[in-house]
């Protein structure tokens, strides 16, 4: 590059780096992938799912924070002078004589006029340097379509996937245009189509690989990472919010979900589109008309027409769900090196001009960004792979897995609280505030592990630290001083209500409220049942009760009811009723162990009439199996299996109720259902199996047994009891 371009990219970068610059960790820690990174290059797992974000983004993102502690003035510094360089190389491939110095002008201003608050902050600015390295290759690849070009691309798309999935589409979108535009050698270059449609998603396996393996099923991007986003735009709100999906989508795909949404109400979904689109437009409108009207000019140009490509597909797959307006940050960028190429045209001359030794540069300069991120990427992938899938209910897995992490990193803090918040979901109180402790003694200036330490104390019946735990100071850049401060107050007012200061706990939790409350604002662009269904929120502080839901998740429900109870009488009106199901199930499990069947009887029915999740109704009617009472199970097992007709375990366990019944036909249908349902689950055969042979029907138990072990996976705890009974029998029957 020319000195006057690399001066003008340094100087811009270091005064613009400066202005606004976080004093704090802020800029790594806004969201909560240092937690996930953790966990992935840990092998540990979490109560959070470690598959909601792609892991180079989490990986990288503890890496910096955590490990290495790089200055987030000095990260910031770095990834906005890369930002200006790789529009530089971008820019230099329009063959223009101004479009290099016009394109660092422009990202200039765009890194100068910060569109919100967090505008810069470390995940946005490092997919900015994605995004343009992707989109000067492409530019690249379309000057000559060759297949080292079209490995090239491939690769980078790849390398993006693995820290954000906005590209997943991208390729047959691109493939399905260049056919459009040129039908005849598309057909010659098949085998360029083959990798680009394939060698993307082939760094994927290890993500899926993990996911697979803890979900058992195929996640190939972030798990559950665009709901909310999915349903606020099925609804047609152009800004999304933070809500449980389930208030709107129930147990069902939110996928699915959406789908039937947007075809019963198609208008609203259009309506929606065009106004996401509208507001992205209002973030940089003069970025927008200048980037159109470029890319009108220069429509005759490969180049062109690649970066236009890129930006549109970006712009139409943010607008297809609700957005926020940070999504748009790595397109301005992009769309800035599009709008250079227009004042470059008045510098063009009449005669062609010949390659500049910037355009010969270029591609060496977006080359060696990503060759850079192989081996971080790489080291991701790795740590997706070997990411253990433990069972959250299995304590003791879970017990090993922080042991061994441990053994391996003693001083690491992170570990170390990240195993108290285990044991204090896990109600091991004592252990909980050592491991708080240890952490504190590694990381003293970490004030969330201090707060976490505190609390375990106070739960021990020691609140004095908690209750001298002092505030953190808020600014407009803190979010997460914010969260710890707000976790501080319910924390508080909870130890109060414990000790019995209920007058200091009113004033905690309403310090709650009026945080939560000022949090819960969506601006922007909405329509009119987009203003109701943000006012409907609000007013059922519906997000409120999911925050208290989620601290307090580990605690006696006769506590969680005492606080919610608390914060009613202060305006907020819960629904209880989940709550009160769950303190009436413990009544009904204590009362059985005290063999007080008629009073666990009169709780069971009471538990019936409140609302609960299908697994908490499995466990009714399996306490009215251990009480006998087949009539009531029965009721309760038809009530489950008309809801999810497609469940094995509950036709398994209607069919054994009704033989205990003395409904001999029933219960044999209702268990083959089982079998057809799901025929490697194996409790419905060895039911069927047992009914079989007490009925003499010795030769179909034994053809029964032998398809169970052919369908069984390896590894099935009734696995050996199967083919016990099956030896059992042969060798009855060979007598």
């Known amino acids: 590059m020319r000195p006057t371009f690399v001066f003008l990219c340094l100087v811009g970068t270091l005064f613009f780096s400066r202005r606004e610059a976080p004093s704090s960790n802020e800029f790594y820690v806004a969201t909560s992938y240092v937690d996930l990174g953790e966990a992935l290059v840990h092998r540990v797992p979490l109560a959070e799912d470690v598959s909601h974000r792609l892991p180079f983004s989490t990986i990288l993102t503890a890496w910096l924070s955590n490990h290495r502690h790089i200055p987030p003035e000095s990260a910031r510094m770095f990834l906005r002078a890369l930002v200006l360089l790789l529009s530089l190389a971008c820019g230099s491939l329009f063959l223009s004589a101004g479009a290099p110095l016009f394109s660092a002008v422009f990202s200039l201003l765009v890194l100068w006029i910060p569109v919100v608050p967090f505008y810069g902050a470390f995940q946005e600015l490092f997919f900015s340097t994605l995004t343009l390295t992707l989109a000067g290759l492409l530019a690249w690849r379309s000057q000559n379509p060759s297949m080292p070009r079209t490995i090239l691309v491939s690769l980078c798309l790849g390398m993006s996937l693995t820290f954000r999935s906005v590209f997943a589409f991208f390729p047959p979108f691109l493939l399905l245009l260049e056919f459009i535009q040129d039908r005849r050698n598309f057909r010659r270059r098949w085998k360029q189509a083959v990798v680009l449609c394939v060698l993307p998603y082939l760094w994927l396996i290890p993500w899926i690989k993990m996911n697979w393996g803890l979900h058992h099923r195929f996640v190939a991007f972030e798990h559950q990472g665009a709901d909310m986003n999915i349903v606020a735009g099925a609804l047609g709100l152009v800004q999304g919010f933070s809500i449980n999906c389930k208030e709107f989508v129930g147990d069902g795909p939110v996928l699915a979900w959406a789908v039937r949404e947007v075809w019963s109400h198609p208008i609203r979904y259009v309506e929606g589109f065009f106004r996401r689109l509208a507001f992205a ?3 940089q409108p003069w970025l927008f008309v200048f980037g159109i009207v470029s890319a009108w000019v220069y429509r005759k140009r490969p ?15 943010y607008c297809s769900m609700a957005v926020v307006p940070r999504y748009f940050e ?14 470059a045209r008045l510098l063009e001359k009449d005669s062609p001009q010949a ?6 540069l270029a591609p060496g300069i977006l080359l060696s960004w990503p060759a850079l991120l192989l081996i971080p990427t790489f080291f991701a992938e790795a740590a997706g792979w070997s990411h253990p899938a433990i069972d959250p209910s299995d304590s003791v897995s879970k017990a090993k897995a922080f042991d061994a992490a441990i053994l391996r990193r003693p001083g690491e803090a992170w570990l170390w609280a990240a195993r108290g918040k285990d044991e204090l979901r896990g109600g091991k109180l004592a252990a909980a505030s050592s491991s708080f402790a240890q952490a504190v003694r590694l990381a003293p200036d970490d004030r969330g592990y201090a707060l976490d330490a505190a609390w375990a104390r106070a739960l021990q019946g020691f609140p004095e630290s908690l209750f001298a735990w002092p505030s953190i100071p808020e600014g407009p850049s803190t979010p997460t001083a914010r969260g710890i401060n707000l976790k501080a107050r319910l924390y508080k007012a909870v130890a109060c209500l414990r000790s019995g200061r209920r007058s200091q706990a009113r004033r905690h939790l309403q310090a709650f409220i009026k945080t939560h409350r000022s949090q819960t604002v969506i601006a922007g662009l909405e329509t009119d049942r987009g203003d109701a269904v943000i006012r409907t929120i609000v007013a059922s502080d519906k997000g409120l009760k999911d925050m208290i839901d989620g601290l307090m998740r580990a605690r006696p429900v006769s506590e969680r009811l005492l606080l919610l109870n608390a914060i009613s009488e202060l305006g907020p009106r819960f629904d209880l ?9 413990g009544r009904v499990e204590q009362q059985m162990r005290l063999n007080k069947k008629d009073e666990a009887l009169r709780s069971l029915a009471k538990a019936e009439e409140l609302p609960m999740t299908a697994q908490e109704f499995h466990l009714i009617s399996l306490n009215y199996q251990d009480l006998h009472q087949y009539e009531r199970q029965c009721r309760v097992l038809h009530r489950l299996i ?17 033989y205990r019944r003395g409904s001999r036909a029933p219960a044999i ?26 009925e003499g029907r010795s030769q179909e138990a034994l053809e029964l047994y032998d398809q169970a072990l052919r369908f069984a996976a390896k590894g099935d705890r009734l696995l050996a009891a199967v083919e016990n009974s099956r030896n059992i029998l042969r060798s009855q029957v060979l007598r």
């Open 281 to 283: 437009l209002s973030l």
């Open 642 to 658: 008309k809801d999810h007709p497609r469940e094995a375990v509950f036709w398994s366990d209607l069919g054994i109720c009704l």
């Open 577 to 585: 009723r989940a709550e009160q199901a769950e303190l009436l199930r």
């Open 355 to 360: 390659q500049s030794r910037e355009s010969r």
């Open 330 to 343: 790595p397109l301005w960028p992009l769309l800035a090196v599009l709008a250079a190429a227009l004042p």
């Open 303 to 317: 180049e062109c027409r690649a970066l236009f490509l890129l930006a549109g597909y970006i712009l139409v797959l």
């Open 669 to 694: 249908g209702a268990l083959r259902t089982a079998i057809r349902i799901d025929a490697r689950f194996l409790p419905p055969y060895a039911s069927l199996g047992a009914i079989y042979t007490a």
